[in-house]
């Protein structure tokens, strides 16, 4: 873990259950290779994840086991460590690579910047060869516009030791935000052509798909669909991201997915058993596949815990010099740079929205009114805007650093209006761009399914699979009660007396297809509260009555939600009717705002 970082906590904890084929998964890091500094149960890094997956890979050759590694996309955008760099991944690309992953596909958040999908190709790519996976994506080479794959469509390999026959894919799902250097192919066409079609009729033990789409998406269904037309019988190992969110699905009794959360909080572990091999085909009397998933928190006690080491022996040579190389980044970057003192928790979903501890509500209230004034049209009423999935993360109480900023919100995002909206036009905008969703997604709908302005994509990415609140009644559980009820559990730490257990930290409770037992450790649960697609700020508004006209004002993101809203309002505007609002980033106005409004500590 990183200097500084939160000590890790002692939990209950379920075991890693192994199989022949065993897999450790990330998704979603969003540069938070550095880990959570402010939470113990996540605060391992990058560096410690190197340690770990040496120990397992050990363990895995010791007993004849295999050990593979992969990740699925959106490495980057979200924390300091990625962002806060000039160009952005200064420190990153170096930092990543050192992990030995063997199957690893592209995100959205790779291609939103033309930038970033040049720098993801120029050494991303290279930096993993052939476990490089790109199956839908092509990139637009710079200098002579030739259209090529961005890394290979899929590979074919063996394993160390079981010898097992794969076959791998790596998808993106069907993005459309990406710069104009990517090309993103739809899946259900993809898995048209012919080399797919070619790969699927390959005699594998085991397919492996390897996809940032999310795991209950129509694209992995199609691609499953694809690949059970030409194979009843192949076992299939799906590998989902996206929806930042802990699941798995299981397609069929020899199909299985899971999706192993956001931000390094987990790192996911799959292993099947069963699995048929050409090679030992006298041992074919195996009774048939079976599929395991482990939600494993990022929780240095608990990678102790899983390879039967302590903080002496765990960490490796390697894991410690990345960790050095992540914090002379975090140095360098001054990443600790304290802009001032958040005086309360703010959540995104911890707590409802409007409500005094909603991040939202903090935004719409203090931050907006003040940030969202043009100097020249100050005096002029206006509406402004926010999009919830602007906002990727929660503020706790204590300093507000330049980390915190990029954490919060690590976009480019600039306020846009449009001048002297007549206000009964207006003011219909947010009732649409929140509660029609069905009308915004038919205006972009393709034939074959949502399209484009799918209005899903202006809210946060977790209400893709979660999409009614979560209230939990009972919040009081104890590590001792839990440890009771739950089959397989066992204490981390030596304390046997559980009348002195302490409260259980609140994390994941992860409920998905196999059950309730996916996390390794036992938390009490956390509530979650849905949250709008986008908020709004009246700002400058008569103190009796209503203005004729506003500024309407929004993040260039929104933009065409926000057009066709308008038009379904009764107004006709068109991007030539948009202007820049003000200069400066939205995340540099709110760390602005943070910098006057809130003390130091
Ligand atoms: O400029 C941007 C880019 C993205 N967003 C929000 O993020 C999600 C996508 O997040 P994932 O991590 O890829 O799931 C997108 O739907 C937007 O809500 C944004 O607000 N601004």
Known sequence: AQPGAASPVAAPMRDLQWGQLNFLHTTDTHGWHGGHLQESQYSADWGDYISFAHHLRKRADDE????????????????????????????????????????????????????????????????????YLASNLDYIDPKSGERIPMARRYKKFQTKNQKIDIVAFGFLFDFTGHANNTVVKKVRDT????????????????????????????????????????????????????????????????????????????????SVDGIATKAAAENKALSGVTFKRRYIDNNLLGLYHHSGLDRDSFPTEHGRNVIKMIATARKELDLDYTYGCAPRDLWMTRSPYPSEDSIYSWLEGEVLPDVVVNEERKEKSRLAILNTGAIRFDIFKGPFTTDTTFIVSPFLSVLNYIPDVPYPVAKGVIDLLNNAGQILDAASETPDGPGPLDSRFMAIPEQFAITKSIIHERKDYSAASLEQSSEGQKPLGDDDDSSRKPA??????????????????????????????????????????????????????????????????????????????????????????????????
Request: charged content about 25%.
């Open 64 to 131: 004849g086991r295999d050990l593979l590694l992969v990740d699925t996309g959106d490495r980057v955008e979200g924390n300091g460590l990625y962002d806060a760099s000039d160009p952005k991944g200064k420190y990153y690309f170096d930092i990543y690579r050192e992990q030995d992953v063997d199957i690893i596909c592209t995100g959205n958040h790779e291609l939103y910047q033309a930038s970033t999908a040049e720098g993801e190709h120029r050494r991303t790519v290279p930096n993993f060869k052939s476990n």
């Open 191 to 270: 898995i048209k052509e012919e080399w797919f079609q070619q790969a699927i009729r390959e005699k594998p033990d085991l397919f492996v798909v390897i996809g940032h789409v999310g795991v209950r998406m129509q694209e992995f269904e199609d691609i499953y669909t694809a690949i059970r037309k030409q194979n009843w019988h192949t076992p299939i190992a799906f590998f989902g991201g996206h929806a930042h969110v802990r699941d798995a699905v299981s397609f069929d009794d020899k199909a299985f997915a899971i999706a192993s959360g956001r931000y390094m909080e987990t790192i996911g572990w799959m």
């Open 504 to 601: 259980l930290v609140g994390g994941y409770t992860t409920v998905d297809d196999l059950g309730e037992d996916g996390d390794d450790a036992v938390h009490s649960p956390l509530d979650f509260y849905t949250v709008p697609n986008c908020v709004q700020a009246e700002i400058s508004f008569p103190i009796e009555g209503e203005p004729d006209t506003v500024d309407l004002v929004f993040l260039d993101f929104i933009q065409p939600w926000v057009l066709l809203a308008l038009k379904f309002s009764g107004g006709d505007y068109g991007a030539k009717d948009v202007s820049l609002y003000k200069n400066g980033s939205f995340t540099d106005l709110m760390a602005g705002w943070i910098k006057e409004n809130w003390k130091l500590c």
